[in-house]
T-cell receptor, first 114, second 117 residues
Framework: DTGVSQNPRHKITKRGQNVTFRCDPISEHNRLYWYRQTLGQGPEFLTYFQNEAQLEKSRLLSDRFSAERPKGSFSTLEIQRTEQGDSAMYLC????????????FGQGTRLTVV | AQSVAQPEDQVNVAEGNPLTVKCTYSVSGNPYLFWYVQYPNRGLQFLLKYITGDNLVKGSYGFEAEFNKSQTSFHLKKPSALVSDSALYFCAVRDRGRSGGSYIPTFGRGTSLIVHP
């Protein structure tokens, strides 16, 4: 499968714990995006990488959230001290080159904070 | 700031009838526009995009969309709906130029399309 891969698919964690999600983009794609989606809403932008550089971060991304993309390949999204409000689907997408190219999405990681 | 509005939470249509899912947008410059579909427990799948040129864009699974600059709309259409088209549909926009805009696609809230047999 050469699509965008996200792991794990599901994560249940206790409030206050740290969690880390991984995204493997399509190999030749230099742009990588993280979005969050809650029930009944569209994807909300969290952060964006071009190669290994994190170029934009949403105001939604509090200081408990951090993302990395070492060597411009896979990316990780970490949430520290999780809160119940962090429960959502976390989507990763990648795209190639210029902004007119569509983004390809992974199946997402569903986080439940109990 | 760029934004997308999908005014209908849900669209119901009978199988075989034409369908329209509405989208309007706001950007400071010229837009790139996208439609995606999401099936239950799946990621978003790209359907079609408008970049430039012909205002009528054709995409996957028989879908098409019409770009209307004066009305700032990009409605999704299909001449004959199938039950298997039932899903969530998302419209997205990003500003073509950097000035006052963003490279990041902004998504609408989504419209649930239900096609009845």
């Amino acid at each position: 499968d050469t699509g965008v891969s996200q792991n794990p698919r599901h994560k249940i964690t206790k409030r206050g714990q740290n969690v880390t999600f991984r995204c493997d983009p399509i190999s030749e794609h230099n742009r990588l995006y993280w979005y969050r989606q809650t029930l009944g809403q569209g994807p909300e932008f969290l952060t964006y990488f071009q190669n290994e550089a994190q170029l934009e971060k949403s105001r939604l991304l509090s200081d408990r959230f951090s993302a990395e993309r070492p060597k411009g390949s896979f990316s990780t999204l970490e949430i520290q001290r999780t809160e119940q409000g962090d429960s959502a689907m976390y989507l990763c997408a990648s795209s190639l080159g210029t902004g007119n190219n569509e983004a390809f999405f992974g199946q997402g990681t569903r986080l439940t904070v109990v | 700031a760029q934004s997308v509005a999908q005014p209908e939470d849900q669209v119901n249509v009978a199988e075989g009838n034409p369908l329209t899912v509405k989208c309007t947008y706001s950007v400071s410059g010229n837009p790139y526009l996208f439609w995606y579909v999401q099936y239950p427990n799946r990621g978003l799948q790209f359907l079609l995009k408008y970049i430039t040129g012909d205002n009528l864009v054709k995409g996957s699974y028989g879908f098409e969309a019409e770009f209307n600059k004066s009305q700032t709309s990009f409605h999704l259409k299909k001449p004959s709906a199938l039950v298997s088209d039932s899903a969530l549909y998302f419209c997205a926009v990003r500003d073509r130029g950097r000035s006052g805009g963003s490279y990041i696609p902004t998504f609408g809230r989504g419209t649930s399309l239900i096609v009845h047999p």
